[in-house]
């Protein structure tokens, strides 16, 4: 009886073990299970709870970015383009069209014909049925790989370089940051619902929030320059000292683009930040031959900004920063509309993603963007 009861033992306890592993197993899998992925061609986007694909009525739909040359920085040869004054999508492949209407709830081709499709809104952002687009158009394609870290939407063109089961194997690290970016932020699993209604959509005015924006270096600092180029605007870019003395040539770029430049100044007291601004302000002039007057100084309290400022400079204080939000869209939902918002974002890894998003949020929202000079800066 005993030899019997030994071994039932030890398998019964195996049977806990691996119960609580498996247990454990699943839970890390559901946490996954409903999440939806983005990917076109071989780049993975970024996902957020405000942009995620969802199945709606039993068809899926995407965020119009995804299909955005502007926002994913990549040609499918369908590109989709919304209008904040029309509250439009177009999307085109140059031959074909086709309008959603997003107030009026509709759609139509070039002609003016109505078509069997329609857009739908998920916390601001407008989503679009991709099945019926890639059929429409022809040229493009959306595949559903499933992936240990959720089900990956992946649309392609015939410049696609990997099949699913290569990208998803090749991208399984920036697969599995993207998902824990997304879960950290708050997200869940994907949306079943009813239909996009054919009566019009009720949405929210835009905010029109009024802000200047400074962005400091980084090494995706001439990236961000040419985001903000193509869409017609200027920002104030920060160097320290020592960057504006290695960075001569970037400087002398962003001068003659009509940027502003400014220091970002590290010392925590006055007589250091002013060193270290008399410093700054020789490398800058002896790169392009720039008067630097605009200054960040985070490490002064309120009176040493007015020495500072005293001493002829203008002074730089963010209200907003980038790092305190999870996406570009995120920050520009949280802009006030009341006042004028200072935003301050990283020229870092990741920051030029950041910064397309967030013009195409502030774009959407019909934000006015001006730029910190250090005349407008002054009078704060």
């Known amino acids: 009886m005993r030899k019997h009861i030994l071994p039932a033992l030890a398998l019964a306890l195996c049977g806990l073990v691996l119960a609580g592993i498996l247990t454990g197993s699943a839970s890390v899998s559901a946490s996954a299970a409903d999440v939806n992925l983005m990917a076109v061609n071989d780049r993975?986007?970024?996902?957020?709870?405000?942009?995620?694909?969802?199945?709606?009525?039993?068809?899926?739909?995407?965020?119009?970015?995804?299909?955005?040359?502007?926002?994913?920085?990549?040609?499918?040869?369908?590109?989709?383009?919304?209008?904040?004054?029309?509250?439009?999508?177009?999307?085109?492949?140059?031959?074909?069209?086709?309008?959603?209407?997003?107030?009026?709830?509709?759609?139509?081709?070039?002609?003016?014909?109505?078509?069997?499709?329609?857009?739908?809104?998920?916390?601001?952002?407008?989503?679009?049925?991709?099945?019926?687009?890639?059929?429409?158009?022809?040229?493009?394609?959306?595949?559903?790989?499933?992936?240990?870290?959720?089900?990956?939407?992946?649309v392609t063109n015939s410049a696609v370089i990997h099949s699913d089961r290569d990208f998803v194997d090749a991208a399984d690290s920036l697969l599995s940051s993207s998902l824990q970016r997304y879960l950290a932020s708050g997200g869940g699993g994907g949306e079943n619902g009813p239909p996009p209604s054919e009566e019009p959509a009720v949405s929210e005015p835009p905010s029109g929030a009024e802000l200047y924006l400074?962005?400091?270096?980084?090494?995706?600092?001439?990236?961000?320059?040419?985001?903000l180029e193509g869409r017609g605007l200027r920002a104030l870019f920060l160097f320290s000292s020592e960057e504006a003395r290695t960075q001569d040539g970037l400087v002398r770029r962003l001068v003659g683009a009509g940027h502003t430049v400014g220091l970002a100044l590290a010392e925590e007291d006055v007589s250091g930040c002013l060193r270290e601004a008399e410093e700054g302000r020789a490398a800058l002039a002896a790169a392009a031959r720039y008067n630097a007057l605009t200054a960040g100084a985070d490490g002064l309290d309120r009176a040493g900004r007015e020495e500072l400022a005293q001493a002829g400079y203008a002074l730089w204080v963010p209200t907003v920063r980038g790092r305190d939000f999870s996406s570009g869209r995120a920050l520009v939902q949280g802009l006030n509309a009341r006042r004028v918002n200072y935003v301050e974002l990283s020229c870092g890894s990741g920051g030029a993603a950041f910064l397309r998003a967030a013009l195409s949020a502030m774009e959407e929202e019909e934000c006015q963007l001006y730029l910190a000079t250090a005349p407008a800066l002054s009078p704060r």
């Not at 926002?71 to 999307?91: C, E, F, H, P, Q």
């Not at 270096?217 to 001439?222: L, N, P, R, S």
Request: aromatic share 8%; with cysteine.
């Open 44 to 154: 993975v986007l970024e996902t957020t709870a405000d942009n995620m694909p969802r199945t709606v009525g039993g068809g899926l739909y995407v965020p119009y970015t995804m299909l955005s040359y502007l926002d994913s920085g990549i040609n499918l040869g369908v590109n989709a383009m919304y209008s904040t004054t029309k509250r439009t999508v177009l999307v085109t492949d140059g031959q074909r069209a086709v309008t959603f209407d997003i107030q009026a709830g509709s759609a139509q081709d070039q002609d003016g014909g109505a078509v069997p499709a329609r857009a739908m809104v998920r916390n601001s952002t407008v989503f679009l049925p991709i099945d019926w687009l890639c059929e429409y158009f022809g040229s493009i394609s959306c595949s559903r790989p499933r992936t240990p870290y959720g089900t990956l939407i992946r």
């Open 214 to 227: 400074a962005l400091r270096w980084g090494a995706e600092a001439e990236e961000c320059a040419r985001l």
